[in-house]
C-alpha cells in the first residue's frame, strides 16, 4: 500500500499569515492527490484534486504544490473560516490512502 | 443539487452483520463510482470500498476484505455496504462518496458503534 505521511499534525497561525501542509507519498503517485478540509461534525470537502487543481467554489488563497514525492497545501492570508483538519489523500493505486491530517488551530 | 444520503448504522454486537445505504439524488447515479470511507471517532479518515459505475470493478481495504461487502442498485439509486463478522475497530462514521477527480461529494455519515 501507498502510505501518505503528512505534516505538521498539528499547527497553529495567525489570521492573514500563510501556511504550509506537506505529505510525503511512499512511491511516485504520479500528481494523483487530493486535499480535503474537516471541520467539527462536518464531511470532508474537497480543495484540491489532481494535485494542484483547485476544486469549484473553493477560494484561490488555496493552492497545491508537488515536488517529486512531496505534495504541499498552501493557504494564504489565513482567514478565521480556515479552522479545520486537513486530509491529503492519494488516488494513483488502491487502497486509496489518506494522510493523518493536520489540525490547523486560529490564534 | 446532488445529495447522498447514508442511513443503517447503530449498535451491534461484536461478530454480528448491519448492512449501510446511500441513497443518491441530483447527478446520474449510474454514471459514477462510488465508495465508502469510514472515520473512527476522533481519528482519520480511511478508503473501505470502491465499486465501479456498473459494478464490474471492486475494491476493497484489506482490513474488511472477506468481511464487507459493496454493491449498488442502479434503479434505486442506492449504494450498499454489507457488513459481516463485525469488530470493535469497525466502529465509525461511515460515508459514501461519489468519485470524480477526487470524493467530490459527500454524504453525512451513518454512525455504527460495535460494542457488547
Redesign the interface.
Known amino acids: 500500500d501507498i502510505q501518505m505521511t503528512q505534516s505538521p499534525a498539528s499547527l497553529s497561525a495567525s489570521l492573514g499569515e500563510t501556511v504550509t501542509i506537506e505529505c510525503l507519498a511512499s512511491e511516485d503517485i504520479y500528481s494523483n492527490l487530493a486535499w480535503y478540509q474537516q471541520k467539527p461534525g462536518k464531511s470532508p470537502q474537497l480543495l484540491i484534486y489532481d494535485a494542484s487543481s483547485l476544486q469549484d467554489g473553493v477560494p484561490s488563497r488555496f493552492s497545491g504544490s508537488e515536488s517529486g514525492t512531496q505534495y504541499s497545501l498552501e493557504i494564504n492570508s489565513l482567514q478565521s473560516e480556515d479552522a479545520a483538519t486537513y486530509f491529503c489523500q492519494q488516488h494513483h493505486d488502491y487502497p486509496y490512502t489518506f494522510g493523518a491530517g493536520t489540525k490547523l488551530e486560529l490564534k | 443539487e446532488v445529495q447522498l444520503v447514508e442511513s443503517g448504522g447503530g449498535l451491534v454486537q461484536p461478530g454480528r452483520s448491519l448492512k449501510l445505504s446511500c441513497v443518491a439524488s441530483g447527478f446520474t447515479f449510474s454514471n459514477y463510482g462510488m465508495?465508502w470511507i469510514r472515520q473512527a471517532p476522533g481519528k482519520?479518515?480511511?478508503?473501505v470500498a470502491?465499486i465501479s459505475s456498473g459494478s464490474s470493478y471492486i475494491?476493497?481495504?484489506?482490513t474488511v476484505k472477506g468481511r464487507f461487502t459493496i454493491s449498488r442498485d442502479n434503479a434505486k439509486n442506492t449504494l450498499y455496504l454489507q457488513m459481516t463478522s463485525l469488530r470493535s475497530e469497525d466502529t465509525a462514521l461511515y460515508?459514501c462518496a461519489r468519485w470524480?477527480?477526487?470524493?467530490?461529494y459527500?454524504?453525512?455519515?451513518t454512525l455504527v458503534t460495535v460494542s457488547s
Open positions: 465508495n482519520g479518515l480511511e478508503w470502491y475494491y476493497y481495504a484489506e460515508y470524480d477527480y477526487g470524493f467530490a459527500w454524504g453525512q455519515g
